[in-house]
């Protein structure tokens, strides 16, 4: 069955870039059918979208975050990432990535998700 | 501040029903399907319930969605022990260029 996995470092500077990839196995990341998603939640919050990608390489971000992220993909990896700029301690979170159903738009139908990795922004 | 208004806490006792609210505008809800997750402390979140109303395999019967106008609800009925977790609504809002947005999440207790 499809399953995600996310990996990167889980301790980044202030100021610097969070960079995470999420590997797709048991499946194609090049599915018309589907976007693929990261999503977050800092400690003791509810979850924040981030944005989503097609294979093709379209996008769609969170506003709130558009100016600091950039969501790429490898079809020949079976990947997809994650970049975020100018991180600050607000930025802390477990970080999720999931496949994303598209009903025109791509929904938030996140199924399956993947475990989650925390990554933390200090000094 | 969440897009999508939930109660941040909801309570029952085992057998009871609860229901959960998820309010929005024109834009979000009012327009777009209505989507539910179960949050386990430590584990991915769980997909609940799909379109508004429609429940993956494996999803007991005793969770159900529902939405009118620019709010959705969910209830579960049968209340058990295991229920007890954090859940949240989320959908589709088309300002902005669309983006998704989650509601800040409602902790149930089970009493």
């Known amino acids: 069955q499809l399953q995600l996995q996310e990996s990167g470092p889980g301790l980044v500077k202030p100021s610097e870039t969070l960079s995470l990839i999420c590997t797709v196995s048991?499946?194609?990341?090049?599915?018309?059918?589907?976007?693929w998603g990261w999503i977050r939640q800092p400690p003791g919050k509810g979850l924040e979208w981030i944005g989503s990608i097609y294979y093709s390489g379209s996008t769609h971000y969170n506003p709130s975050l558009k100016s600091r992220v950039t969501i790429s993909v490898d079809t020949s990896k079976d990947q997809f990432s994650l970049k975020l700029s100018s991180v600050t301690a607000a930025d802390t979170a477990v970080y999720y990535c999931?496949?994303?159903?598209?009903?025109?738009?791509?929904?938030?139908?996140?199924?399956?998700w993947g475990q989650g990795t925390l990554v933390t922004v200090s000094s | 501040q969440s897009v999508l208004t939930q109660p941040p806490s909801a309570s029952g006792t085992p057998g009871q029903r609860v229901t959960i609210s998820c309010s929005g505008s024109s834009s979000n809800i009012g327009s777009n399907y209505v989507y539910w997750y179960q949050h386990l402390p430590g584990t991915a979140p769980k997909l609940l319930i799909y379109r508004n109303n429609q429940r993956p395999s494996g999803v007991p019967d005793r969770f159900s969605g529902s939405k009118s106008g620019t709010s959705a609800s969910l209830a579960i009925s049968g209340l058990r022990s295991e229920d007890e977790a954090d859940y949240y609504c989320?959908?589709?809002?088309?300002?902005?260029?669309?983006?998704?947005?989650f509601g800040g999440g409602t902790k149930l207790t089970v009493l």
């Open positions: 989320a959908t589709w809002d088309d300002s902005l260029s669309g983006h998704v947005v």
């Open positions: 999931a496949r994303v159903r598209i009903v025109v738009v791509p929904v938030p139908e996140f199924d399956p």
């Open positions: 048991g499946g194609s990341i090049s599915s018309s059918s589907y976007y």
